[in-house]
């Protein structure tokens, strides 16, 4: 089953002193890209963290949150200088400028950088219990993560399914059209031969050789057989677990070539070339849109 590369997850840890909260963002990426943002008191467990998302994600940019509060809450310290500079300010409006009225400490108090939360110190006890519960409150973010990347994964294979049974369609039908093509040169070299050379004897052998010859430079069974083959494996993929995107995406470049291929050699299929390269067209189509599926599959 693929998972998506995008998805939301959080988890909560709580004890009678401490309120933990995790939130994990994912989207998607070329490799596994690590982002914390932890509050400084808990920067030793990065680390740590980094390896629990190792063991759960294996693609993606994941961007994870982490916040920490105490029961006892520490409250808030005074930015003085700040504070007394903007009084001083005032003083000056009024003795210079005669511009007088009553101060609003609540107005002051709102100023930017004026009021600070103060730093939790925590102690190397509480820091091993916190560890505890940041890893349980990790661990629930990861789940949930997991669980919208499932579904989302779900849906994006289901899509890639239909673009792949399209494929199919159109590869049977190349594979249809491109039938008894040794008769069908030989038809038409004769037919052009006893146009030119009405009055000189055709040797068969030697017209047999020549239509093999066509038929062989316009020959599509091979591509048609490898992209039999590549849906084939898609397929599997696509059940399977892993890296599945970057497999995905090298075989859709497989396909695009044999696609490529078959309009190429589809010039002397003579009146079947229109159903041929319509269904050509159509698979480069749908391979294209399926690429654009799987940038986002993990």
């Known amino acids: ?26 989207v998607n ?11 400084s008191e ?23 949150f982490l916040k920490i509060e105490r029961g006892d809450d520490p409250g808030f310290s005074l930015n003085r ?9 005032l003083k000056l409006l009024e003795r210079d400028y005669s511009i007088g009225g009553n101060v609003d400490p609540g107005q002051l108090l709102r100023m930017p950088g004026m009021l600070a939360r103060e730093s939790v110190a925590i102690s190397d006890e509480q820091l091993a219990v916190l ?18 990347r499932r579904a989302e994964g779900q849906a994006l294979g289901a899509e890639i399914r239909r673009r792949l049974d399209a494929i199919q369609t159109e590869v049977q039908t190349i594979e249809t059209q491109s039938e008894g093509l040794l008769e ?59 890296e599945v995107g970057k497999k995905m995406d090298f075989m859709m470049q497989e396909m695009n070539r044999e696609a490529n291929t078959i309009l190429s050699k589809n010039a002397g299929l003579a009146d079947r070339r229109l159903e041929i390269t319509n269904a050509a ?18």
């Not at 050379?197 to 057989?225: K, M, W």
Request: charged share 30%; glycine share 6%; proline share 2%.
């Open 42 to 64: 808990l920067s030793s467990l990065d680390g740590k963290i980094r390896k629990w998302i190792q063991k759960r994600i294996r693609r993606g940019r994941i961007d994870l």
């Open 184 to 242: 069908l040169h030989r038809e038409r070299l004769k037919t052009r031969m006893e146009t030119i050379l009405s009055d000189v004897d055709i040797d068969p052998a030697r017209l047999l050789q020549e239509a093999a010859h066509q038929a062989d430079r316009g020959d599509i069974r091979e591509e048609v057989s490898r992209l039999i083959s590549h849906g084939a494996q898609c397929r599997a993929l696509l059940s399977g677990s892993g």
């Open 29 to 39: 990426h070329r490799y596994l890209d690590i982002q914390n943002r932890l509050p």
């Open 281 to 298: 067209i159509t698979i480069k189509t749908e391979i294209e849109k399926i690429r654009e599926q799987i940038q986002n599959v993990e």
């Open 81 to 89: 200088p700040l504070f007394e500079g903007y009084l001083d300010t």
């Open 131 to 148: 560890e505890v519960g940041v890893a349980s409150a990790v661990a629930q973010a990861l789940s949930d993560l997991e669980t919208m």
């Open 1 to 26: 089953m693929i998972h998506s590369m995008t998805g939301y997850g959080r988890g909560q840890w709580q004890e009678e002193s401490w309120l933990c909260r995790v939130e994990v963002k994912s």
